[in-house]
């Protein structure tokens, strides 16, 4: 065992599994919204339910950077759920090969519940995937990989069509 | 034609036994109550019973014993003036071997018209049957193979994309990190290089025995893990990397996780560190503790990960806290010299011999 100092930082729990204040980490990227047009998604609430470390980072850093407010993370299904409708953004970006509970069986209890704009975000790209999401009355259908010059264009499409159908 | 003399002539009877005598099928005959009234050559090859053996016998001896019902049901039939065609079944020969045949029975009717018996012609299937069942298990065969080949050419994919994906999101990370001066330092771009070799050792281990595991991918730790600090001495300089690692079987997406953290955090030692740098990966318990360590300055008095929280940072405390559930700490060596500490739970033994609960591959 390699002997440690008493005063050993540990990172606490809630780090990585809780919202962030947008201001924390990465500002919003004024170079980015006027490259995305990604102005109707400023300030929106949104939660990322992602079970790869690497992309729920990038996930936030991209909203983070488009303006949004990352108001909840989740690893999993049931954890994904939970902090939709404890928080109930306006947005929520959502994996479907997710453990505990699949993506889209994650969205057809969300929906049941609030309205929020749900975007699948996935690297199924199989029709019958996209005519479920579609069903379920999500709003978009992403396909990975993404990069913030990818993705904020088709958030704000998909957003759009979501203001559109709620008026 | 001419010369040409028919030896039967006038006598239909001898000709009719002769045609009879002559078929490769065995042509036996019984009366009503299943005993045998005639038996030809062929019937004596296939059953192996001679005529005078069997002949005022039970055609119940060359009926397998788990057939009981099958001559009943024939003779009632036949009775009926029914003609049973063509269907396989099995029988019995003298030494007991049990054969695949293909019979057909027809009543027999006296000069009044009176049902008095039954002729059977019997074909021995077995060849044919045997070679069709070796037909059917050598479909059987290819059909797993190909159910094989296609679940490695899916996980394959899935795989690949995936590191698509990882390679992507950290060029984009770094994008979003380095927006405002637009250029991304070179360092960076090593580092990303790095991981894409991490990713490709992995990805080399995966392949090799890909197909050969019917549920979750396993690896050994010491093959991935001495194999990837292998190549991160290529690029320490003069920086040693002493490694101490104990044999755990990971699963593929713990291996790659495991991976990604090692080449961060053995990057930022020799960055930041001085020294050689340590590195320890054993089990304590029910957990694993991967620790990478060097003699350097260690962190600063009040150091904050969070606070100073960072693309690689950050990227390191994700990985540990949403990909391997498990903690991460970052001390100082009473000796000097800085620790990271990785902590998680050690792999499921009973998912990884398939017999438990499944874990994840890798993200959709």
């Not at chain 2, 019917?214 to 690029?235: D, M």
Request: net charge negative.
């Amino acid at each position: 065992m390699i002997p440690v100092r008493p005063s050993a930082v540990r990172v606490p729990l809630w780090w990585s599994c809780v919202s962030h204040d947008p201001s924390e980490g990465v500002a919003p990227d004024e170079t980015l919204r006027l490259e995305t047009g990604a102005d109707i998604l400023r300030d929106k609430r949104v939660v990322i339910v992602e079970d790869e470390a690497i992309t729920q980072l990038q996930l936030r850093k991209i909203c983070l950077a488009a303006g949004m407010q990352v108001v909840g993370l989740a690893a999993d299904g049931e954890q994904g759920v939970h902090k939709v409708l404890e928080t109930a953004p306006d947005l929520v970006l959502l994996d479907i090969n997710l453990p505990l509970l699949d993506g889209l069986s994650a969205a057809e209890r969300i929906l049941k519940e609030i309205s929020p704009c749900v975007v699948m975000l996935t690297a199924y790209d199989g029709e019958e995937y996209r005519r479920r999401a579609q069903e379920l009355g999500t709003c978009g259908y992403i396909v990975k990989p993404v990069t913030s010059s990818t993705l904020l264009p088709k958030l704000q499409a998909a957003y759009q069509r979501f203001q559109r159908g709620a008026q | 034609m001419e010369g040409a003399r028919n030896p039967f002539a006038g006598n239909e009877q001898a000709l009719l036994a002769a045609i009879v005598n002559s078929s490769e099928d065995a042509i036996v005959s019984k009366d009503l109550h299943g005993i045998v009234t005639s038996w030809n050559r062929s019937a004596e090859h296939i059953y192996g019973w001679r005529a005078e053996e069997i002949i005022g016998k039970s055609k119940a001896l060359v009926i397998p014993p788990d057939l009981p019902d099958e001559l009943p049901t024939i003779l009632a039939r036949i009775r009926a003036g029914e003609r049973i065609r063509h269907y396989e079944t099995r029988r019995v020969r003298k030494d007991g071997t049990i054969i695949d045949v293909a019979i057909s029975v027809s009543p027999v009717q006296n000069l009044e018209g009176v049902i008095t018996g039954a002729a059977t012609i019997v074909r021995d299937i077995t060849e044919s049957k045997r070679i069709e069942r070796e037909l059917q298990q050598r479909q059987a065969e290819v059909e797993t193979m190909n159910q094989r080949l296609t679940r490695a050419m899916q996980e394959t994919h899935h795989r690949v994309k995936n590191n698509l994906q990882i390679v992507g999101a950290i060029i984009d990370m770094q994008t979003l990190e380095h927006a405002a001066s637009r250029s991304v330092p070179l360092e960076e771009l090593k580092r990303l290089g790095n991981h894409i070799h991490t990713l490709a050792v992995v990805h080399d281990f995966l392949t090799k025995q890909i197909g050969q595991h019917e549920h979750e991918q396993v690896l050994s730790s010491t093959a991935v893990l001495e194999q990837l600090l292998g190549l991160l001495k290529e690029t320490s300089g003069s920086r040693d990397i002493r490694a101490d690692i104990e044999e755990v079987d990971l699963f593929s997406k713990q291996a790659v996780t495991l991976s990604l953290l090692l080449n961060e955090l053995v990057s930022n030692s020799i960055k930041h560190g001085t020294g050689d740098v340590e590195v320890n990966f054993r089990v304590l318990g029910a957990l694993v503790q991967l620790c990478v360590c060097d003699d350097g300055a260690g962190f600063p008095a009040g150091f904050d990960p969070v606070a100073q929280a960072h693309t690689g940072l950050e990227l390191v405390m994700g990985l540990t806290r949403t990909d391997l559930r498990g903690e991460i700490y970052f001390e100082n060596r009473k000796e000097g010299g800085a620790c990271v500490r990785v902590l998680f739970p050690l792999p499921n033994r009973d998912a990884i011999a398939g017999t438990g609960a499944s874990v994840k591959e890798t993200s959709a």
